[in-house]
């Protein structure tokens, strides 16, 4: 019993013996297994890790790059960019919304609209897209923010750029404005410098079509933070690219005069170096402010806007149609002077003509008229019976070629190019003959015909200078324009009538340039909004159904080098509306002094410049309710 | 030896005494730098509680092997007792508590029973007639002694423990002869077991610490965050390491627990492999001086004491180290004499005390007769 006990005893010594080499062997070999692995990963994976370990420990800052400049042909600023300190909040880690934008609210001194626009931003945002809070800060408020970021998750406050148009509102629809990148743009290329705080892109106007060259190289800043953001230091730093700045063919003093000109009108001024075809100036008033645009902009604000019977959000330049009225008329005489009449022909005024048993009624009774009197007196009795007698088919091409009806290579998102009407337009949109009546009505300007401004100004170029100039906008090296297809002969005619419009007997000497040797040449234009109910004539009544006014000119006389063209919504004509803006403006490039003088006087009547008016407008606006602007106003 | 030293300390034993300060010393290094180059606030009291618990485990090694199985079964009772009381004061208190607060000293008995359960395995190895080794005599005891603690431990919840309980008193079973086709089926029976405790044994964190274990990439800002910012601190470190005091993932905080659970990446970054290497060697030398003591004691407890114990040392660092280079999920098991920490360093340190004893008095092989 004992020894069978002993036996086992050892048998049981043996085992553990053989067991304890076998445990060491598995504890060796899973020794083992640790180095391989861990070699695995430090030496054949060492690349990746390391690269894992440096994004770890480098946080990369975009900085959005300075936009492009837009300057004027001589180097003025139009847009520029503002160092500004701005905070703004990243929606996907903001943790408690309502409390940090109160605190937000009471440590900048938000006004109740930028609260408002705030949460409605936030409501529609996407988690990555920045909201902006506020951009051109002190740094005081600045830094108020800054001390309190640990409390505000979500929260960042950066020093960058904003852009800045001293013109305000006078370059609105010429210049457009920029804004945040929209959640649709970003998903189409999902580079993240479009949703870096601070980074905004153009949204309208120049802004928009020439993105591309005004954007720059963002550059990159890279600090060592800690896991918990906790910035260590500074590493090296790569700069932006600044984008190219652009120089434009307006002259900005001229453009921002034409603008302030306009007043408390509805309407639109082009003025254009009639022999190169650079744009000076293409005001369209009123307008937004870009500048707030760019900033954000509030359910107060887009009322304002939105409520205007004046259409601040529409450029009346390009996208303004008009019946361009007697401003038509040299372009009729052009077309008899080609189809072989004598220009001093006359024709017999009575106040009217008599087609059929209708009676096509003219302003005045104007007695024996030839072309230039009927041109200055705008005399619609000899157009009637000359239009009659050539044809509205050989009136319209003539119009073509001064650039009615046309569009234009520009860098503008849309222009409108209205309607120059023949026989074989009616035909195919109406499917109608062509009558001597609509022949009657066209070649007064009204009826089937519309222009925008913007081409008003091209005919009145193209007569004056007699090239077929094109317009532009940006500046540059172009070849000379071909002449037009006329004599000059026949320019004379009317560069004539439109001189004795302004300088002889005709419908606009109260416009005349109070300058030495210098004159100025045009043609009034009034036309009908509706048609002729009684004897109101679209003189008086409320406003939306007045007269448009139009004027088109170029200066000097003797050797023409600026044209220009002005319309005035509901205006009641072009001689009381749009000639003595154009005489101002035209009257500013000779003699500053004089145009201020006249500007200010009227500005003083009209209760202050524009950014004054729009801040008093602004101001009664404050308080009532008003319903929010969409996310993108330009959609 | 020579007359220089005197005899009571020549007879210390310098072989695993070396290769403890080794393993504190580049500890300590590595923790004095995971703290930015600091002894406070984690390499003085790694330093300092090493020496205490050195002192105390050479105090242990003069006891002779009877009193270790003196004590086994009161100890085993009284370490089940104080895991009822820490379960009573968690229900009191509202939570989960799993340490008694001595002052000094925080008495996690949880801990202290994986030792126990080794002693106590042992002894009643021992007593068994050793022809009842294929019995089922040798079983039930077997489980008893490991059911109750372990259940205990399961509510607190802490199924790392009763995963250790199980691993140590496995050991012993092995070690002690029983038949292998139990070792054999237990395996088979985990692989069926094993999903169906998943699905429903376990605790929803516990279910995604081994989901984001088998991939952690998916969750890499989560709980797969641990995984991938330890392998991350592994492999930039490449060979030779980023230099000491150079650790970006521990120095700016991207590596949790960078001084305690992950104290082996925290290293890792800094040494490279040639640091892991050393760490490995040391381990390697540690078990061997563990299992050595084992097969050279004379008596079946003295045996089985040494080997197990000196597996429960092993199961730490294998598990440990399984997970931070990302073969094991993530559990709350420090790295032993290199993690910061109090209560897993007494554990080992007892454990060591004990071995040292049983290296210090073999024993004789008809000791348990005399």
């Given at each position: 019993m004992k020894i069978e006990k002993q036996a086992t005893s050892g048998q049981l010594d043996f085992t553990f013996s053989r067991r304890a080499v076998f445990v060491g062997g598995v504890q060796a070999a899973i020794g083992l297994t640790v180095a391989a692995r861990m070699s695995y990963i430090a030496v054949a994976d060492n690349e990746k890790y390391e690269l894992l370990a440096e994004s770890n420990r480098v946080n990369l800052t975009i900085i959005p790059p300075r936009r492009g400049w837009f300057v004027d042909r001589?180097?003025?600023?139009?847009a520029t960019n503002r160092a500004d300190f701005r905070v703004d909040i990243i929606p996907d880690r903001l943790v408690r919304k309502d409390e940090t934008v109160r605190t937000l609210a009471e440590l900048l001194t938000l006004s109740t609209d930028d609260v408002d626009r705030i949460h409605r931003e936030l409501k529609n945002a996407q988690g990555f897209q920045p909201v902006q809070v506020?951009?051109?800060?002190d740094y005081e408020r600045f830094a108020a923010v800054s001390v309190r970021l640990p409390d505000l998750p979500g929260v960042t406050p950066r020093q960058g750029y904003s852009r800045f148009y001293p013109s305000g509102a006078a370059v609105g629809h010429l210049i457009g404005y920029v804004g945040t990148v929209s959640a649709e743009e970003y998903q189409r290329s999902k580079k993240p410098l479009l949703i870096t705080p601070g980074f905004k892109v153009g949204k309208d106007g120049l802004e928009k079509t020439l993105e591309d060259r005004l954007q720059g190289e963002p550059g990159a800043k890279r600090t060592e933070v800690t896991?918990?953001?906790?910035?260590i230091r500074d590493l090296a730093t790569r700069p932006d690219i600044p984008g190219k700045p652009v120089q434009l063919t307006i002259d900005i003093d001229l453009h921002n005069y034409a603008a302030r000109r306009l007043?408390?009108?509805s309407g639109s001024v082009v003025v254009f170096d009639c022999l190169t075809g650079d744009i000076l100036t293409m005001a369209s008033m009123p307008c937004y402010d870009p500048n707030s645009f760019s900033d954000g902009i509030g359910r107060v604000e887009w009322k304002m806007l939105n409520g205007?019977?004046?259409?601040?959000?529409?450029?009346?330049?390009?996208?303004g149609l008009y019946p361009p009225g007697s401003t038509l008329k040299p372009v009729a005489g052009l077309a008899m002077l080609r189809q072989g009449?004598?220009?001093?022909e006359t024709v017999v005024c009575n106040g009217g003509y008599r087609l059929g048993n209708r009676v096509f009624k003219c302003?005045?009774?104007?007695g024996a008229v030839n072309m230039r009197t009927a041109i200055m007196k705008s005399c619609n009795t000899y157009f009637y019976a000359m239009g009659r007698r050539i044809g509205y088919d050989n009136i319209a091409p003539v119009g073509r070629e001064l650039g009615l009806g046309q569009e234009f290579?520009?860098?503008?998102p849309s222009q409108r190019y209205g309607t120059v009407p023949d026989s074989a337009w009616k035909m195919r949109k109406y499917d109608q003959k062509w009558t001597e009546s609509d022949t009657l009505n066209a070649v007064i300007g009204q009826g089937y015909i519309i222009a925008s401004p913007f081409q008003l100004a091209v005919m009145a170029a193209r007569i004056s200078s007699g090239l077929h100039v094109q317009p532009e906008i940006l500046l540059k090296k172009r070849v000379a324009p071909k002449p037009l297809s006329f004599p000059t002969e026949h320019l004379d005619v009317v560069r004539d009538g439109m001189n004795l419009v302004v300088n002889g007997?005709?419908?606009?000497?109260?416009?005349?340039?109070?300058?030495?040797?210098i004159t100025m040449a045009g043609k009034t234009g009034t036309a009908q909004v509706?048609?002729?109910?009684?004897?109101?004539?679209?003189?008086?009544?409320a406003w939306k159904y007045r007269d448009h006014g139009l004027f088109v000119c170029f200066a000097?006389?003797?050797?023409?080098r600026y044209a220009a063209s002005v319309v005035i919504e509901h205006g009641m004509g072009g001689a009381r509306a749009a000639a003595p803006i154009a005489k101002d403006v035209l009257t500013f490039l000779y003699d500053r002094a004089q145009a201020m003088a006249s500007l200010e006087a009227l500005e003083a009547g009209w209760g202050g410049n524009i950014a004054q008016r729009m801040a008093a407008k602004y101001a009664t606006f404050q308080g009532q309710p008003a319903a929010p602007p969409p996310l993108d106003p330009t959609i | 030896m020579n007359g220089i030293v005197p005899a009571p300390i020549a007879a210390l034993p310098w072989r695993v005494i070396f290769i403890l300060m080794a393993l504190v010393g580049f500890g300590a290094t590595v923790l004095y730098s995971a703290a930015g180059?600091?002894?406070?606030?984690w390499a003085g009291k790694h330093v300092l509680r090493f020496i205490a618990l050195l002192v105390l485990a050479i105090a242990m090694s003069r006891m002779p092997q009877g009193f270790w199985k003196s004590i086994t079964f009161p100890l085993y009772l009284l370490l089940l007792l104080l895991l009822v009381v820490v379960e009573l004061m968690g229900f009191v208190g509202g939570g989960s508590q799993r340490w008694i607060n001595l002052g000094f000293i925080t008495l996690q008995p949880s801990e202290l029973m994986k030792p126990a359960m080794v002693l106590a395995a042992a002894w009643f190895f021992d007593r068994?007639?050793?022809?009842?080794?294929?019995?089922i005599e040798a079983i039930w005891p077997l489980f008893l002694i490991l059911i109750l603690p372990s259940a205990m431990v399961i509510i607190q919840p802490d199924f790392d423990a009763a995963i250790a309980y199980a691993f140590g008193l496995g050991v012993v079973g092995f070690m002690a002869g029983l038949p292998l086709i139990y070792f054999i089926g237990a395996g088979a029976a985990l692989a069926v077991v094993a999903p169906l405790v998943y699905f429903f044994g376990m605790k929803a964190y516990q279910q995604d610490r081994v989901l984001i274990f088998l991939?952690?990439?998916?969750?890499p800002l989560g709980a797969g965050y641990h995984i991938t910012q330890s392998k991350i601190a592994i492999g930039s470190?490449?060979?030779?390491?980023?230099?000491?005091?150079?650790?970006t993932q521990s120095y700016l905080d991207y590596l949790p627990e960078g001084h305690t659970d992950f104290v082996f990446a925290t290293m890792a970054e800094e040494w490279g492999i040639v640091g892991g290497f050393f760490i490995l060697f040391l381990y390697f030398m540690l078990m061997r001086w563990g299992l050595n003591v084992a097969v050279q004691s004379k008596t079946r407890y003295g045996k089985l004491v040494a080997a197990g114990l000196t597996c429960t040392i092993f199961f730490y660092i294998m598990i440990n180290l399984l997970m931070v280079v990302g073969?094991?999920?993530?559990?709350g098991i420090p790295l032993p004499f290199?993690?910061?920490?109090g209560s897993s360093m007494l554990t080992m340190m007892l454990c060591v005390g004990i071995i040292m004893s049983i290296e210090r008095h073999p024993g004789s092989k008809h000791g348990q007769f005399q």
């Open positions: 001589y180097g003025k600023p139009i506020a951009a051109g800060l896991a918990r953001g906790k910035i007043g408390l009108e205007d019977d004046h259409i601040p959000m529409l450029n009346k330049a390009l996208q009449i004598d220009p001093d302003l005045g009774r104007h290579s520009l860098p503008f007997a005709g419908t606009a000497v109260r416009s005349k340039l109070q300058l030495e040797n509706r048609r002729i109910a009684g004897a109101q004539r679209g003189q008086s009544g000097p006389v003797a050797a023409p | 180059g600091h002894l406070e606030p068994l007639p050793p022809n009842r080794i294929y019995g991939n952690p990439e998916n969750d470190g490449g060979i030779f390491g980023k230099g000491f005091g150079n650790g073969l094991a999920p993530v559990a290199v993690s910061h920490g």
